[in-house]
């Protein structure tokens, strides 16, 4: 006789995508969040940017933004974790002919609305936004920027003039932000036929005219889904947050250490917490005083506390990138940051605590958090 | 006839074979990677970017030379001749 047994729901699996200079790792652990599998690399040799793992539309499939040093860039997908990928969707994300421009990398892959979950979206170097409606199997540039008429101003940060941030209002459904290093923050009214430069009140150190209407060096923007129009802003020099979707900006930079950084991100429950790993200068880009804190603000930005605990507090050279911090969606939600060196932390209670998860690996660029398996 | 070889790792990329054949009407390296382009489109866009330039780590060489220091794109391709797509010094 042949027992049979209840199938038990599958239990929230949490998922680490983490894109390195060198390949993309996934990482995997049950929601204790304390023993973690790590599967990889995948695209041994090249550069992995951006990584996303879309959960719409019924599916659950895997973007990765890759970069060949000899072949060039495209975006992969896979519908199985990683276990196999597509060679390139398509043609890839590639500027039209009479652009005259290529494309370098691929900066942040985006997904669309929910009710649209073949829409996705690619921030790219040089700097332009392109859309896919098919599920990334063809892309095209949005025209609005490629042709914006601040476009041949912006310039090249250093790490190349890219698009990095892509917002979309979950209120309004013609509204969406961008921003670009360095070109500053661009919001569009009208579904993204046209954009308006919003950064009245950000500091661009390295210009002449300090408070421009656009160049600015934004290094990302975040915003939590119940107050959209609340956005935080870490600068090149500056933090900042705005309560008007972009229209102004006022510092926030209470008691860090530094106002300079790249990484930056929200809490996924509190729309009044937000992290960030401060760096020293734009000349030493590396944690002040040599300790590895993740700041933290419960109230908006009024005032960051340090979050130090299992950090190293000392000889801690260590840099982390824009894309390189973020948080999954657990109760007690997860924080996780990559760093140049090849370390990889994560706290599974809203960063009170911290734990290192992998040394060793390439110089991260990108982690992304995720869930699979939830039944 | 001309002959195109193309690399190992760029064959699994873009889905082709690792000896494609042109016919005689390409007359230079251009001419023979547009003929490329039209049986494998994602062979020439990991050989070439869309602006038209092949990719800085990416060398072309015919019948032995560097199509670098002949005629770059224009360096004629003659009557079987072969064409060499090689990865670069460089690499991840």
Known sequence: ?375 | MITLELPKALCSFAETQASVFLDDSCKTVGEALIALGKQSPKALDRIMDESGSVRRHVNIFVNGESIRFLDGLSTPAPEGSTILVLAAVSGG
């Open chain 1, 1 to 375: 006789m042949v027992k049979t047994r209840a199938r038990a729901p599958k239990a929230p699996q949490a998922l680490l995508l983490v894109g390195t200079m060198k390949g993309a790792f996934v990482f995997s652990s049950d929601r204790s969040r304390k023993k973690w599998r790590m599967d990889g690399p995948h695209f041994r040799g090249e550069a992995v940017y951006a990584l996303l793992h879309d959960k719409r539309g019924g599916r659950a499939r895997t973007y990765a933004a890759t970069n060949s040093m000899h072949w060039g860039p495209t975006v992969r997908s896979s519908d199985d974790l990683g276990k196999t990928w597509t060679s390139g969707e398509g043609r890839s994300v590639r500027f039209p002919p009479e652009a005259g421009r290529a494309v370098a990398q691929v900066w942040q892959i985006a997904p669309g609305r929910a009710k649209d979950p073949d829409v996705l979206y690619c921030g790219v170097e040089p700097a332009a936004l392109f859309e896919s409606r098919d599920g990334g199997q063809s892309w095209a540039p949005n025209q609005g920027l490629l042709n914006h008429e601040h476009q041949p101003k912006w310039q090249p940060g250093g790490g190349g003039l890219c698009l990095h941030t892509i917002m979309l209002d979950p209120l309004n459904p013609k509204r969406m932000l961008i921003a670009i290093s360095t070109g500053g923050v661009y919001r569009s009214e009208d579904g993204g036929k046209s954009w308006r430069a919003r950064n009245s009140g950000v500091r661009a150190e390295f210009l002449p005219d300090k408070h421009p209407e656009f160049g600015q060096c934004v290094h990302k923007v975040v915003h939590h889904p119940s107050r959209p129009e609340r956005l935080f802003l870490q600068n090149h020099w500056g933090l900042y947050r705005s309560d008007d979707w972009g229209d102004t900006w006022h510092d926030i930079a209470n008691g860090v250490p530094s106002d300079f950084g790249f990484a930056m991100e929200m809490h996924p429950h509190d729309p009044d917490t937000v992290y960030i790993v401060p760096l020293e200068s734009d000349t030493f880009r590396c944690t002040p005083e040599a300790k590895l804190r993740v700041y933290r603000t419960t109230n908006a930005g009024k005032s960051w506390e340090p979050l130090v605990k299992g950090l190293p507090q000392s000889g801690a050279y260590e840099t982390v990138l824009r894309d390189a911090l973020t948080a999954d969606t657990f109760e007690s939600p997860g924080i996780y940051f990559g760093t140049r060196s090849g370390k990889l932390f994560g706290s599974a209670n809203g960063g009170t605590s911290w734990s290192e998860i992998a040394d060793g690996l390439p110089p991260v660029v990108c982690v992304k958090a995720s869930t699979a398996g939830v039944a």
